[in-house]
């Protein structure tokens, strides 16, 4: 598939996967990043400040992610570059239906659009030096979930997990090293396309 065609097909997972998901987040407002944007306001605050977040379109060029790239000295897989690039949307907590578990995931807000990704490639950027992309969390924060970039195939890579409670004692340097880290990689899905079609998928259909 071209970019352009990745982009779309990511674009009819996420439109046809909104209409299940809780959409609802904290009100933001013009003066804070965190909570909904105003311009992803799809309703009315309640009456505890939240309110119900709307898809829009995408913010990010490829000019963009080629920038963050160079920046933190990787190359995203293909169709993690189109989610990317194929909306604004808050969809920061999904459910692995393969393993039946929680995911924090990097969403994709209006008002700073490459603020979620750029943090957890930060907070594990040592990760990075030993050919782990960091992208997302498994479980409920239990660690960073990773583009095994030395295992690339086809522009896509194989995602796999490291428990935080054993990289954290390691400290940043044997963190960058790979001899280190990979003996604690649990592998996941084989590529970005399986753990996208898996998290984005409707209810009730089959994998």
């Known amino acids: 598939m071209t970019n ?4 779309q097909y990511i674009q009819s ?23 909904v944007p105003t311009e992803m306001q799809a309703g009315e605050i309640d009456d505890e400040g939240w309110v119900q977040w709307k898809i829009l379109p995408p913010r990010i060029t490829m000019d963009d992610v080629l920038e963050l790239e160079a920046s933190f000295k990787i190359v995203l897989p293909d169709l993690f570059r189109a989610y990317l690039m194929a909306a604004c949307h808050l969809f ?3 459910q692995s239906q393969k393993y039946d578990q929680l995911i924090f995931m990097t969403d994709v807000p209006s008002n700073n659009p490459l603020g979620p ?6 907070g594990w950027q040592s990760l990075i030096g030993a050919g782990y992309i960091p992208f997302a969390q498994w479980g409920d924060g239990w660690g960073p979930m990773c583009f095994d970039d030395q295992q690339r195939t086809d522009g896509d890579c194989p ?3 490291m428990d935080h409670e054993l990289l954290i004692p390691m400290g940043p340097e044997k963190c960058s090293e790979r001899i280190h880290v990979t003996p604690l990689a649990q592998p996941l899905y084989a590529s970005s396309k399986e753990f996208l079609d898996d998290v ?8």
Do not use: C, H
Request: negative net charge.
């Open 4 to 7: 352009q065609d990745q982009i």
């Open 13 to 35: 997972l996420l439109n046809n996967f909104y209409p299940q998901y809780y959409a609802m987040g904290v009100a933001g407002d013009e003066t804070s990043s965190a909570g």
């Open 92 to 94: 920061d907590q999904v």
């Open 117 to 122: 990704i750029k943090g957890i490639l930060t």
């Open 159 to 161: 995602i796999v997990w």
């Open 200 to 207: 984005f998928r409707l209810n009730g259909d089959e994998a």
